[in-house]
């Protein structure tokens, strides 16, 4: 099993544009979530799911938008960068039944 | 509402002596808490995790957490520390019943040989 893959792993934009960062697991995961990490400030989370079809908004949705169409991906979108969004995003899986999330390798994403 | 906090932004120990990353948390209803470790330009590792039961629980690499209500708190602990231990530490609660987690400002830890 991969577990949970991100692509990709670095990405530098310029204000403005858009793009969208890939995540995949392989374990039939129900749950899964996108944090993003700033410096000293832990981990936030941006959106999740608790399956296929079903989206929330976390503690830092804006700027960011979500779909879920199959059990295995979760993308994340971000429409228009912002210097703000300048920092590592995590994408985790969970399985019913279990607390335990499996964390992505990160995607490091820098807005100039 | 839900928070961790982690109230050293690092802790410095040497290696064998013992090591305590404190943490407290605030949930409205019955806590899950969970300790996880970050080595440089990686993910997230999970530890080791409280949901009911023994209030000392024990997880991967030696390492041990011990709940206590009254004190809302759950420090990770470890009698003897590793060079190798040397990273940044994450604290996380959940309430049951919710399926969002909210994480700490994390403690890098630092075993000095």
């Known amino acids: 099993n991969a577990g949970v893959t991100q692509t990709p792993k670095f990405r530098i934009l310029k204000i403005g544009q858009s793009m969208t960062l890939q995540c995949t697991q392989d374990?039939?995961?129900?749950?899964m979530y996108w944090y993003r990490q700033d410096p000293g400030m832990g981990l936030k989370l941006i959106y999740y799911?608790?399956?296929?079809?079903?989206?929330d908004k976390g503690e830092v949705p804006n700027g960011y938008n979500v779909s879920r169409s199959t059990t295995e991906d979760f993308p994340l979108r971000l429409e228009l960068a912002a210097p703000s969004q300048t920092s590592v995003y995590f994408c985790?899986?969970?399985?019913?039944?279990?607390?335990?999330?499996?964390f992505g390798p990160g995607t490091r994403l820098t807005v100039l | 509402a839900q928070s961790v906090a982690q109230p050293e932004d690092q802790v410095n120990v040497a290696e064998g002596n013992p090591l305590t990353v404190k943490c407290t948390y605030s949930?409205?209803?019955?806590?899950?808490l969970f300790w996880y470790v970050q080595y440089p330009n990686r993910g997230l590792q999970f530890l080791l995790k409280?949901?009911?039961?023994?209030?000392l629980v024990k997880g991967s690499y030696g390492f041990e957490a011990e709940f206590n209500k009254s004190q809302t708190s759950f420090h990770l602990k470890k009698p003897s520390a590793l060079v190798s231990d040397s990273a940044l530490y994450f604290c996380?609660?959940?309430?049951?019943?919710?399926?969002?987690?909210?994480f700490g400002s994390g403690t890098k830890l630092n075993v000095k040989p």
């Open positions: 374990m039939n995961h129900n749950y």
């Open positions: 949930v409205s209803g019955n806590p899950y």
């Open positions: 985790a899986s969970r399985g019913v039944g279990t607390d335990t999330q499996y």
């Open positions: 996380a609660v959940r309430d049951a019943g919710i399926n969002k987690f909210y």
């Open positions: 409280y949901i009911t039961g023994d209030n």
């Open positions: 799911s608790v399956g296929a079809g079903i989206t």
